[in-house]
Nanobody, 121 residues
Framework: QVQLVESGGGLVQPGGSLRLSCAAS????????MGWYRQAPGQQRELVAS???????NYADSVKGRSIISRDRAKNTVYLQMNKLKPEDTAVYYC???????????????WGQGTQVTVST
C-alpha cells in the first residue's frame, strides 16, 4: 500500500503565501513524478504543478511565476510554495504521485485526500 498525506492548507488573505506538503509512504520502490492538482466547487480537477524524476517541472499558466514545486527525495515529499495568492486560487488541492510499488511491482497513480486552500479577506 502507498499513502499520500497532504498538509499545509488553510485560510489566507489575498496576496499571502502558503506552502503545501505531501508525504508519500508505504511500499514504494520508486517515484516517477509527483504533483499537485486542484478542484474548485463546480469545476473540473486541474493540474497546478508537477515535477518528474528528471527534475522537469510543469506549471499551469494561472500559477506560473507565483508558485514553486520542489521535492525532498529522501523524505519522499513534494512541496508547493504558493505566493501572491488570489481568491481564484481557492480550491481543494490534491497531491498526485506516479509510483512503482514494491509490494506488487506495478506502476500506478496515487492521490491524497486533499487539503482546502481558501483565499479570502
Amino acid at each position: 500500500q502507498v499513502q499520500l498525506v497532504e498538509s499545509g492548507g488553510g485560510l489566507v488573505q489575498p496576496g499571502g503565501s502558503l506552502r503545501l506538503s505531501c508525504a508519500a509512504s508505504g511500499s514504494i520502490r520508486s517515484i516517477y513524478a509527483m504533483g499537485w492538482y486542484r478542484q474548485a466547487p463546480g469545476q473540473q480537477r486541474e493540474l497546478v504543478a508537477s515535477l518528474n524524476s528528471g527534475g522537469i517541472t510543469n506549471y499551469a499558466d494561472s500559477v506560473k511565476g507565483r508558485s514553486i514545486i520542489s521535492r525532498d527525495r529522501a523524505k519522499n515529499t513534494v512541496y508547493l510554495q504558493m505566493n501572491k495568492l488570489k481568491p481564484e486560487d481557492t480550491a481543494v488541492y490534491y497531491c498526485n504521485a506516479d509510483i512503482n510499488s514494491s509490494s506488487n511491482g506495478r506502476r500506478s497513480e496515487y492521490w491524497g485526500q486533499g487539503t482546502q486552500v481558501t483565499v479570502s479577506t
